[in-house]
């Protein structure tokens, strides 16, 4: 069965084979999506008199009776039917006849689609700001419990001066505040209702768009129903790009974690139990873990560019181009919260090494502390330095090894009990709690 398909014509099942592509495999992600989308529809059309009381209870409750199908795992596309929206309405037809016919009226295959992604990334995206909750308390618990746990800082990879644990993992910490802040962004764009745009040009039934909006606990509807179609594809990309932030930041933390872990490094130990080894060599134990972290979010970091190439150069208007964007997408989300639930485990885990700039090869690490000591005394910042360079190069050099960094974020002010209240006001408004309770209203 096809939404599409007229009487008398056929269409080549090579064709049709090429055309669907993954559709009926990617569509299982939007059944419940579909069927909520399908309530809201039919509620607002027997607002507006297109469907009687009686066809309204009788839809719900079949409509309802197909979700529980899927939240059972017991829905299936059958064979020969092209994709979600068309099992769904061959469900309500066979049980209800014609009344099973009447749920799209006033509605295209494309607004159904469309308004089934927006509900889907909406959802999925606040999967993965829990995931990232999750790794963010795990990062600002071994902030503090190892924030008198100093480490070398480094720039250009050589040595500059001292830092901590407790600043390396709530530096982590806070930068998913900010990709956060990127999903939350992404969100906003899925978080508006297309449905009522049909094929991109309206309909001449007096549809009421608002309502629809306020069932689906949307936070407001794309008001231009040309726009609403050409949302599409903006709304993948900005959830992408979310993700390829938050990927980067997991990616660079898996970085830290290798070059740490090496010998030549040694600020970290990875347990056994997350390591592997060498068929060859038997003292190995490698950090697969955080190398396929590290290269697994990398690759998620090109996603944004592959949606910009699927959407090059296209015109106003729905394409089917589009249709491969869930191909893109679907499978991110399952990636990305992979990524993330690893990424916690194995911090959880990791143990840090103790004292370790008691070894005087970290002794320039304190060159600043020395400057900063004359500073102090009276001598300027200029003459100081130059003073210091010079007691390094004549040998009479010695490290002041007792660190004064009080200021906010630095070794001796973590700033942490701010960094957590901040990523509580940043999830708090999202405001999914809201949506759950309508979305749940809705079913029920």
Same mark, same amino acid.
């Given at each position: #069965?096809?939404?599409?398909?007229?009487?008398?014509?056929?269409?080549?099942?090579?064709?049709?084979?090429?055309?669907?592509?993954?559709?009926?495999?990617?569509?299982?992600?939007?059944?419940?999506? @579909?069927?909520?989308?399908?309530?809201?529809?039919?509620?607002?059309?027997?607002? &507006?008199?297109?469907?009687?009381?009686? @066809?309204?209870?009788?839809? +719900?409750?079949?409509?309802?009776? &197909?979700?529980? =199908?899927?939240?059972?795992?017991?829905?299936?596309?059958?064979?020969?039917?092209? @994709?979600?929206?068309?099992?769904?309405?061959? !469900?309500?037809?066979? $049980?209800?006849?014609?009344?099973?016919? +009447?749920?799209?009226?006033? $509605?295209?295959?494309?607004?159904?689609?469309?308004?089934?992604?927006?509900?889907?990334?909406?959802?999925?995206?606040?999967?993965?700001?829990?995931?990232?909750?999750?790794?963010?308390?795990?990062?600002?618990?071994?902030?503090?419990?190892?924030?008198?746990?100093?480490?070398?800082?480094?720039?250009?990879? =050589?040595?500059?001066?001292?830092?901590?644990?407790?600043?390396?993992?709530? /530096?982590?910490?806070?930068?998913?505040?900010?990709?956060?802040?990127?999903?939350? /962004?992404?969100?906003?764009?899925?978080?508006?209702?297309?449905?009522?745009?049909?094929?991109?040009?309206?309909?001449?039934?007096? !549809?009421?768009?608002?309502?629809?909006?306020?069932?689906?606990?949307?936070?407001?509807?794309?008001?231009?129903?040309?726009?609403?179609?050409?949302?599409?594809?903006?709304?993948?990309?900005?959830?992408?790009?979310?993700?390829?932030?938050?990927?980067?930041?997991?990616?660079?933390? /898996? #970085?830290?974690?290798?070059?740490?872990?090496?010998?030549?490094?040694?600020?970290?130990? *990875?347990?056994?139990?997350?390591?592997?080894?060498?068929?060859?060599?038997?003292? +190995?134990?490698?950090?697969?873990?955080?190398?396929?972290?590290?290269?697994?979010?990398?690759? #998620?970091?090109?996603?944004?560019?592959?949606?910009?190439?699927?959407?090059?150069?296209?015109?106003?208007?729905?394409?089917?181009?589009?249709?491969? !964007?869930?191909? &893109?997408?679907?499978?991110?989300?399952?990636?990305?919260?992979?990524? *993330?639930?690893?990424?916690?485990?194995?911090?959880?885990?990791?143990?840090?090494? =103790?004292? *370790?700039?008691?070894?005087? +090869?970290?002794? *320039?690490?304190?060159?600043?502390?020395?400057?900063?000591?004359?500073?102090?005394?009276?001598?300027?910042?200029?003459?100081?330095?130059? =003073?210091?360079? /010079?007691?390094?190069?004549?040998?009479?050099?010695?490290?002041?090894?007792?660190?004064?960094?009080?200021?906010?974020?630095?070794?001796?002010?973590?700033?942490?009990?701010?960094?957590?209240?901040?990523?509580?006001?940043? &999830?708090?408004?999202?405001?999914?709690?809201?949506?759950?309770?309508?979305?749940?209203?809705?079913?029920?």
């Amino acid at each position: #069965m096809k939404l599409w398909q007229k009487e008398n014509t056929v269409t080549s099942e090579k064709i049709e084979r090429f055309t669907v592509g993954r559709d009926r495999e990617m569509d299982l992600h939007l059944a419940e999506f @579909d069927v909520l989308g399908n309530i809201a529809h039919a509620t607002m059309l027997e607002t &507006i008199g297109l469907l009687t009381a009686d @066809d309204l209870a009788a839809l +719900k409750t079949e409509l309802k009776a &197909i979700y529980g =199908q899927i939240r059972k795992g017991e829905f299936v596309i059958e064979e020969g039917i092209e @994709d979600v929206h068309s099992q769904v309405e061959l !469900l309500l037809t066979r $049980r209800l006849g014609d009344t099973g016919k +009447k749920i799209h009226s006033g $509605r295209s295959r494309n607004d159904q689609v469309l308004v089934d992604m927006k509900l889907y990334t909406r959802a999925r995206l606040f999967e993965v700001v829990q995931a990232t909750e999750k790794l963010f308390d795990v990062l600002t618990r071994k902030s503090e419990e190892h924030k008198n746990d100093l480490l070398p800082g480094y720039t250009h990879l =050589q040595i500059a001066m001292p830092s901590s644990f407790g600043l390396w993992f709530g /530096a982590y910490a806070e930068g998913l505040i900010d990709d956060i802040i990127q999903l939350n /962004a992404a969100y906003r764009l899925a978080n508006r209702n297309p449905l009522g745009s049909g094929a991109g040009y309206g309909s001449s039934f007096p !549809l009421n768009r608002q309502l629809t909006t306020e069932l689906l606990g949307f936070e407001g509807m794309h008001h231009n129903v040309v726009y609403a179609q050409m949302s599409r594809g903006r709304t993948e990309q900005a959830a992408l790009s979310a993700i390829a932030s938050l990927a980067a930041t997991v990616s660079r933390l /898996a #970085m830290d974690v290798c070059l740490y872990n090496s010998q030549n490094f040694g600020f970290i130990v *990875l347990p056994d139990d997350l390591t592997t080894g060498s068929s060859i060599m038997p003292h +190995k134990k490698n950090p697969d873990v955080a190398e396929l972290l590290r290269a697994k979010t990398n690759r #998620m970091k090109a996603l944004p560019m592959e949606v910009t190439m699927v959407l090059s150069n296209l015109p106003s208007g729905y394409h089917r181009d589009m249709q491969l !964007l869930k191909e &893109i997408l679907m499978p991110a989300f399952d990636e990305i919260l992979d990524c *993330l639930d690893i990424a916690a485990f194995m911090l959880e885990h990791l143990k840090v090494k =103790q004292n *370790l700039l008691d070894d005087p +090869k970290y002794d *320039l690490l304190f060159s600043v502390e020395r400057v900063n000591e004359l500073v102090i005394a009276g001598v300027p910042f200029r003459d100081a330095y130059k =003073q210091v360079g /010079a007691e390094i190069g004549d040998g009479t050099y010695t490290a002041p090894r007792e660190l004064k960094h009080n200021h906010e974020g630095s070794i001796g002010n973590l700033q942490t009990e701010a960094i957590r209240a901040r990523m509580e006001r940043e &999830i708090g408004a999202f405001g999914y709690d809201k949506v759950l309770a309508t979305l749940d209203n809705l079913i029920r």
